[in-house]
């Protein structure tokens, strides 16, 4: 019995001595791994990973090797006595299994660790110039429609016009993503974002019949530092004082409503935001920027000749247009509930002409009814808002008249609601309508003689609603209708049918 219980004694110590030994053995090589320096063979880390890993995994199975053994012997001593077997002077304490015990968890905490930290350096990375984090995303998008009366655009229809109706079908509203954080300035953060389409060869959306093909197109671009309640930003996007947008698959290289009460043209800006904070759910959001309006291209395209593109009117003036926004909302400033108010102003200079001045006072708001509805929307009211997506079209019209010369800047009013409902994350349902109006009786001394033209276009309107589902977080599909007026000054008012599909991968 006494060798016996020298033979155990022996057997716990070397038990002991085998998980210390394990443990400097498991240990060295994960050190060795983590202190050379970094390599710029990914591949060659990951084989230094998966050697460690082996290393690891061995070292476990002997240890539990050992334990079984241990437990095996323990349990002859016990039969062979018939009684609990009398402890033996080199008997391990509480201590040392505790001790042996965790070491073996650590070996398979760490395992773990290494298995996820191999996948992840087996994962191809986008990797940019300035070695910070760059995302890659977008939306493949198949659209078709079908419009029953003659529309400005077969793919994109804003207004609708005398004549037959069309078939058509494109790919150009497909968007490319690219989404960037870079390094802290000023204790701030800073991230920038781009979203790029292939609508870009008629000089703008929804302007006239384009080719299936089309170019790239710059939509939106975004650069901006935020520190924990302020932000400040240049940005290519839509106006400060419309922030909102409709919910569509099938217009999206121009936004639903367009021109029908949404104003949501992309414009260059730079600007600033602050919240204050409150104890309470809701806070106030302060926003204010400079922009450079655009003229509307249906009108007045640029006029360019060879390298040299004339300035725009706002450009001409030679001062910037400013908007201000101010809001009160809980949650996220941009998609949670929200009310605001704001207001735009931007000179203008026409050669030859006149000057004047762009204007609007704004109103956006999204606040849900039930658990699952949601209204949004928008209303406006101002002047010369062509270059914004309003005025039908226009900022002012002129002509001349026994030899002296007529200019008027016209008033523009409109607004847009959708009511939402979702069923859960998969499925949800928009109804929406939108109305854009310049004053006819402004337009009517100034009327020619193409009755569908732009010029004549007074008011504008588009009921429409959509189903959205998608069925897993890459897939969409979308079922849309849309009925489009359009009133002229000179000619009765126009109507179109539209029967809109889309299909789309995101990625």
Known sequence: MKRNRSGTGWNWSLARNSATVSAAVFFSPVMACFSQSPQPDVQGQVRLLSEAMNRIQSQIDESQRELSDLKRQLAVLQGSTGAPAEAPREQPSDADVVDLASAVAGMRESQAIHETQIATLEQTKVESESKYPLKISGLILMTGSVNTQRVDSAVTPAIAINGAGSTAATVRQTILGLDASGPHLFAASSHAELRLDCDGDTGGPGYGESSVLGTLRLRTAHAELVWQHTKSYFALDRPLISPNAPASVTAVAQPPLAWSGNLWTWNPQVGASHDFASERAARLHVEGALIDVGDPPALYPPQRNGTYTAPNTAELSRWPGVEARVALATGD????????????????????????NSWAGAL???????GWTQVTGGAYRGQALGGMGGGAYKDFVARTYEGELYFRALDDSGGWVQWKQRRGERLE?????????????????????NADSYYNLARNRTITGNVIYSPSAYLLFSLEYRRIASSFVNSPTEFSDVIGLAAGYKF
């Open 333 to 356: 400033i941009e998609r949670g509930p929200h009310l605001g108010m704001s207001g735009y102003f931007a000179p203008h200079r026409v050669p030859g002409y006149a000057n004047f």
């Open 364 to 370: 956006d708001f999204s606040f849900p009814v039930t």
């Open 429 to 449: 349902f928009n109804e929406a309508f939108g109305v854009d109006n310049v004053p006819a009786h402004q337009l009517r001394f100034f009327a020619i003689n």
